[in-house]
């Protein structure tokens, strides 16, 4: 949560306070703790250097003028989506929509995505279906697909948030728990 609110990580907080961190368990912090936070309170609005996230293995991007982000965010995702095609290969691939423009700065009618650090990635659907990338069925998801993307994702402990329609939510957890996968 700390290191959400000054748009950062959970990894770069706790190096920067030497405390330990596992991204399989929460951090407790007692109430009134001081900790450092290596990134002032307001995302940066630009990029000094951005990199392209094109369409690949386990991709497919959008919009060719906003899919440009930090390059640890783009090897992040590559790599995540790489994992999705080699485990699912006959799938479709994952749908992003904006990232940030080449430079930074106000994107469209978003608030976020100034930066080149927050990302807007379509619902796994079974069916290569486009034009509901952002609001699918409850029935088309790839519930197993979704579980292994945001599983491989939160355990890189590099992403401070992941948002989601909570009945995709509800239902994402039910894949894993009926999988005996531990939460």
């Known amino acids: ?49 951005a990199e392209q996230l094109l369409s690949g293995p386990g991709v497919h991007s959008e919009r060719v003028d906003s899919n440009w982000g930090r390059p640890p965010v783009v090897h992040l995702l590559r790599d995540a989506f790489r994992d999705l095609h080699r ?6 691939p994952a749908v992003v929509g904006s990232l940030s423009r080449p430079n930074g700065g106000k994107l ?28 699918p069925r409850l029935d088309t998801i790839d519930y197993e697909r979704m579980w292994s993307f945001l599983d491989s994702l939160e355990r890189t402990g590099q992403v401070a948030a992941i948002y989601m329609a909570p009945g995709i939510q509800r ?3 039910q894949y894993a728990l009926t999988h005996g996968v531990p939460l």
């Open 87 to 92: 485990h699912w290969p006959g799938r479709h």
């Open 1 to 49: 949560t700390v290191a959400y609110r000054y748009c950062t990580t959970p990894i770069t907080v706790a190096m920067a306070n030497e405390v330990g961190f596992d991204p399989a368990h929460d951090t407790v912090l007692a109430a009134g703790t001081k900790v450092k936070v290596p990134i002032a309170f307001k995302a940066p609005s630009g990029l000094k250097e």
């Open 171 to 173: 239902r994402t957890v």
């Open 108 to 135: 469209g009618r978003h608030k976020s995505h100034r930066s080149g650090q927050d990302v807007d990635i379509g619902y796994l659907t079974r069916a290569a279906n486009t034009d509901e990338w952002g609001r």
